[in-house]
């Protein structure tokens, strides 16, 4: 998962990673290996993260992004008909928690390097 927060970096024109390496793809016909490397969800879970990024957009935001709580999920899915399953709530609360990592991982290298 940490590599689909990667791709999604905005680059400095201000698109993301994977949009440069699509692009590349397409001109090449060669697909880079930044692109196939990382793990899919899998076949049928698509869906988790289209919500994933739903719940996202939504969560609070101070000095740093604040975990999506059970609460939130509730709400987020009482609102928009959505009806989780047990399991899904699980991989959304561990997708969060990656994102969660790698921004810590991204703030660390900043700082290192600043």
């Given at each position: 998962m940490i590599r689909e927060f990667e791709l999604q970096e905005p680059q400095p024109d201000g698109q993301s990673l994977r949009k440069?390496?699509?692009v590349a793809a397409e001109s090449t016909g060669s697909t880079p290996a930044r692109l196939v490397e990382h793990g899919e969800l899998p076949?049928?879970?698509?869906?988790?993260?289209?919500?994933?990024?739903q719940l996202s957009r939504t969560r609070a935001i101070g000095l740093v992004a604040n975990a999506i709580s059970y609460t939130e999920i509730a709400a987020w899915a009482a609102l928009t008909g959505n009806h989780p399953t047990p399991f899904e709530v699980a991989i959304l609360v561990d997708m969060d928690a990656a994102l969660i990592a790698h921004q810590a991982q991204q703030k660390t290298k900043a700082q290192s390097h600043g």
């Open positions: 440069h390496l699509e076949l049928g879970y698509g869906h988790l993260w289209e919500w994933f990024k």
